[in-house]
């Protein structure tokens, strides 16, 4: 099973980005019941939970993006998002998808001026 992650990239504070994790090789019969989440990890610092969506679509977020980041999936297309707006350069990490017990390879997202 291989975890795709896309969508970084450089974008100015208070900009928008979407990251797209695809599970393109997990049969959709075991995606539907996983959770999927997104998680970061800046230089020097720890890998961190942003936000996780249960096989319900209920959804945690932590403190620092809630209200600014929003996670969804769409089980047809084995895929999870991260929409993240108004971002800070604080949010400059590497962001990795995760679906169990599987990792996505990371894609680089840069705020800054």
């Known amino acids: 099973v291989q975890l795709q992650a896309s969508g970084g990239g450089l974008v100015q504070p208070g900009g928008s980005l979407r990251l797209s994790c695809a599970a393109s090789?997990?049969?959709?019969?075991?995606?539907?019941?996983?959770?999927g989440a997104w998680y970061r990890q800046a230089p020097g610092k720890q890998r961190e939970l942003v936000a996780r969506?249960?096989?319900?679509?209920?959804?945690i977020y932590s403190d620092s993006v809630k209200g600014r980041f929003a996670i969804s999936r769409d089980n047809s297309r084995k895929k999870v998002y991260l929409q993240m707006n108004s971002l800070k350069p604080e949010d400059t990490a590497t962001y990795y998808c995760?679906?169990?017990?599987?990792w996505g390879q990371g894609t680089q997202v840069t705020v800054s001026s």
């Open positions: 995760f679906v169990p017990d599987y």
């Open positions: 090789r997990m049969i959709t019969s075991v995606f539907g019941p996983k959770a």
């Open positions: 969506i249960n096989s319900d679509f209920s959804t």
